[in-house]
């Protein structure tokens, strides 16, 4: 049997874009209506308005944190131009969580971002996270009585791959010299949002906040044992998996260590050029496993094989996302359960990680995929933005009012 210690924190996570609705002041509702997406986010899942509803299923769940994103793009449509109203609204959101014993975890950046700031070059130019870093800081002033734990930036190598190496994100560009640019500049943001923050807690006297990055890790593993494919495994952990967190180590700006993990990325790689070194993945499914309905690989031997290496920086973990899309809840179960017995295992062998957090509460806006991907705990039916509670997260809520598997 398996035992978890009665404080460690069970939850699930959304992002404000994916679910609130109607988020029509960021650059991901503005590509959305030229057309080159998949699908518009449209209403989403209403969350904006659904809220309290939602934050009741988690506590049925036996939810004791959910972590949430803030929009900037509506406290701060235009430049400078702060939405008293739209503070309100997460105020309400906070105290929603913490009047049914909810620990919030709020992320400041998820992916979106203003208008006006994308506009005039968004993470491309250091000059301009003078924004962010008000944003920041007018947030941490507002909810530090009531937050403890906070994620600054969301997944900020997903981000600069996606929208600047990849191109499939908004802006949509294609260039490995912008890539690495916002790469560091998002590195920089996290540091003096880091430290913004802990002024903010220090000026008011409150106990000091637990501030990180969410940052998505891989199984990065060998498809064939050629030279090239050596040297990917090692380049990609090397740079996807350490590179933001030892820089932030080196800066003294992480308090915990926040990871997205999802499964396996299985190199395979063509030549030696350096986007099939960084990006080439085996097309030929060597080496099968379970797959999600995205079609990625389910490894949850691979969140041990981690969690083991970052034992060494001797930080708390938060498993700040970790989930599957598939319509088959039998397969969300196993996925859990695997992942689950995975992390405990590292637990025993002394890593120290204080909570789970699922991806997702509901099902949600899957970015360029659309509203295919269904990774919620809840279902939803968008023609009537019907909730209903899985199989799967009612075996979950089993494990985290028990502690048991
Ligand atoms: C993460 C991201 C989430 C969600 C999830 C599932 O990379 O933070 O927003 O989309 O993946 O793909």
Request: proline fraction near 6%; charged fraction near 15%.
């Given at each position: 049997m398996i035992k978890f210690s009665h404080d460690f924190l069970w939850g699930a996570s959304t992002s404000a874009h994916q679910v609130e609705g109607?988020?029509?002041?960021n650059d991901w509702w503005q590509a959305e209506q030229g057309g080159?997406?998949?699908?518009?986010?449209?209403?989403?899942?209403r969350h904006y308005e659904l809220y309290a509803e939602d934050f009741a299923i988690a506590k049925e769940l036996g939810h004791n944190c959910h972590r949430f994103s803030i929009e900037w793009s509506r406290i701060e449509?235009?430049?400078?131009v702060f939405q008293d109203s739209e503070i309100e609204h997460y105020h309400k959101v906070i105290a929603e969580l913490k009047s049914r014993g909810i620990e919030p975890v709020v992320t400041?950046?998820?992916?979106t971002n203003p208008v006006w700031f994308s506009q005039r070059g968004g993470w491309t130019k250091?000059?301009?996270?003078r924004y962010f870093l008000r944003f920041v800081e007018k947030m941490a002033k507002e909810f530090s009585s009531v937050v403890k734990f906070w994620v600054t930036i969301n997944e900020p190598l997903v981000y600069s791959s996606h929208s600047?190496?990849?191109?499939?994100?908004?802006?949509g560009e294609r260039s490995l010299f912008k890539t690495v640019k916002v790469t560091l500049n998002l590195a920089q943001a996290h540091i003096q949002a880091y430290r913004i923050i802990h002024k903010v807690y220090q000026d008011k006297k409150l106990e000091r906040p637990m501030v990180s990055i969410a940052a998505n890790l891989q199984a990065f593993e060998l498809c064939r044992p050629t030279l090239k494919n050596k040297l990917a495994v090692y380049l990609r952990h090397k740079l996807y998996n350490l590179y933001f967190i030892e820089a932030l180590l080196r800066k003294r700006t992480l308090d915990y260590i926040g990871i997205n993990y999802y499964g396996r990325n299985l190199a395979d790689v063509e030549n030696w050029g350096i986007r099939h070194l960084l990006l080439d993945t085996c097309?030929?499914?060597?080496h099968p496993l379970r797959k999600n309905s995205l079609g990625w690989d389910i490894y949850p031997q691979g969140l041990y094989k981690l969690l083991i290496l970052l034992k060494k920086y001797s930080l708390p973990i938060l498993i700040t996302e970790n989930g599957v899309c598939t319509e088959d809840d039998d397969l969300k179960w196993d996925y859990i359960r695997g992942h689950l017995e995975q992390l405990n295992k590292s637990i025993e062998e002394g890593v120290n990680v204080f909570g789970y957090i699922y991806w997702s509460l509901i099902d949600n806006f899957?970015?360029?995929?659309?509203?295919?991907p269904r990774f919620g705990l809840v279902h939803i039916d968008?023609?009537?933005q019907k909730r209903t509670i899985r199989a799967s997260a009612r075996k979950l809520a089993e494990v985290s009012k028990s502690g048991l598997i």
């Open positions: 109607g988020n029509i002041h080159v997406l998949k699908e518009a986010s449209s209403q989403a899942c449509p235009q430049e400078g400041l950046h998820h992916f250091l000059k301009l996270q600047y190496l990849l191109g499939v994100w908004p802006p097309k030929y499914n060597h899957e970015w360029d995929k659309g509203f295919g968008y023609q009537n």
